[in-house]
């Protein structure tokens, strides 16, 4: 049974609150993921993937291999940053392998 806004909504606020001052995205990665899908009642094993092994193109050049946090086919797609960390290549994009 799908969950109610009001549901989503209560979830939502635990999880910004359990998480507004995390700073380890390599050590906590998969948990965060976890807990977001689990925002709107989702098991993230069911639909979505880690580390998923991408090619990074920028103007149909391709730069190297990387590798997204989450990756939900056709849903999302997902890299996240660490706290402070400039992204050096955001005209890039990931195209998953």
Known sequence: MPLSWNEIKSRALAFSRKWERETSER????????DFFGVFGIERRRVAIFEKQVRLVRA???LKRGRID?????????SANRQNKRRTSSSSSAWPE
């Open 27 to 34: 050590a906590e990665a998969q948990s965060f993921w976890n």
């Open 60 to 62: 149909g050049e391709h």
């Open 70 to 78: 989450a990756f939900w086919k056709g849903m999302l797609l997902s």
